[in-house]
């Protein structure tokens, strides 16, 4: 076993690498615990977060009369593993519903760096999880999504240790440990009890298990009779069974018709989705869009060194996978191969079948700690190269590099709580990006909104000798009012634009310059980063 799990790059500063990461998961930890509370409600929150997740648990007390859950919308097509669960913390704990979605989501998004760093350690030694997780964490797509997105982040975190306990199984053929296959069943059942996409961990399964079984050692009892030995209902039983049911059992509308499993995967291909997307400049229906929509979000919102090394990566993981093929070296072998696949199957997938596709990558986040693996097992092997060189040349890249991590940081920093809104310098950076793509596309700018809009309220009152407490204010708010609610004082009520007349206020995002049908009103606040505007305040 220490054969098969001997790291394919030796590391003699592993301590130094392990320290490194263990002071990167505290600060990230602690910034986490100040800063949870910064982030707005998400587009879909209120009804897959609070709706969804309060249905399923009513579904599950009244043991099935509570229909709701079963056919609302779409809500049925996606599995409620983590809405419910994070609704009955809501229930039994001592913090209202926002805080404890906001902290959960916040520790779902580190265990996934945890998982992350543990899959860069096993394939590239410390110096590899080191760079797995220097690279997710500065990811302004998946950290900013961490706090808010309580589907996509979750689908991508039980990816990412999918893969790992998955890897950990295979290469441990013809007998993994009974604990790896228990864990990757839990893996599996969070990524496809949240969405029915997650389904695609089982075929990666099937196709590494091939690998697997082609490149065990054999004994001498000869490969098929191995084979044949093998207990198969372990092997594949046990975890299949496990996510199967931890998808099931948070999914209500599939206890009354296992038909809507068939649904929701067509659902997932062509979601039902009639707005329109914004590309370089253009505004496309989500189910016309060319196929550069994909590489072109990804081309403009990885940050430049992670844009940079994935290219090179996929270059150097296909020759990793061919040179430990031939000297049969299994998890390199294997662990590129399924790094590679993860990586790149989803969204071809997604292309060739014409998905619809908008919010540009929320929904392939399950492969972005997959490219933070795979870019850092390239980047320790490209290390090696001035280590063997000269002195000089490995302290000025490191130095560089140090200087880009904090330049991109501080990008990250000015962006808050906004940093999934961030593009990349190749476009101009956010400013760059302005009018051409989605910035600011999931309203969360709303709660700061609200703040602003507030504060406007109170002065004027202070202004005119009003008593601000007993004054009462309308507001009327485009889209999603519950994205507002929650932040404002009780004299504040608040409405969708189309459900009141003349309000005292309204707030608007600029996502399909909706702002401009309240030109006629004067602007009292606004929020932005970088000079690009997410959301305004109308006053009269």
Known sequence: MERVFQKPFPDPDHPLFDRLSLLTFATVAILFMMTFRDYGYSWEELWHNVWYGKAILSHMGTFGADVRAVRYVDLHYYGGLYDSVIEAIAWLGPWEGFTVRRFGNGMMGLLGLVGTWRMGRMLAGPRGGFWALLLLVTMPAYYGHTFINAKDIPVAVGAIWSLYFLLRASVALPNPATRDLVFLGMSMGLAMGVRIGGIVLIAFCGMLLIVGLMMMPVAGRGFWRTVASLPWLRLLGLPIGIAGLLMIVFWPAVWHDPGVLREAFESARHHVWGRTVLLDGLYIRGDRLPWTYLPTYFAVTLPELFAMIVPVATLWGIHGIIDGWRRGDRLRTQGLLLLLVSIYFTPVYAVVNQTTLYDGIRHFLLIVPPMAVLGATALTALWRVPRHGSFWMSRTAAGLLGVYFLSHIVTMVRLHPYQYAYYNNFIGGLPGADKRFET????????????????????????????????????????????????????????????????????????WNSDRQFDALPTVAHVARFGVVFAVVKGR
């Open 440 to 511: 600011e596309y999931w309203i969360t700018s709303y709660r700061e909104a609200a703040f602003k809009m507030v504060e406007h309220a109170r002065r004027e009152a202070v202004r005119k000798g009003l008593d601000f407490d007993a004054q009462k204010f309308t507001v009327g708010v485009a889209y999603v009012a519950i994205n507002v609610t929650p932040f404002v004082p009780a004299n504040f009520s608040v409405f969708e634009t189309g459900k009141v007349e003349n309000p005292d206020y309204i707030i608007s995002t600029t996502r």
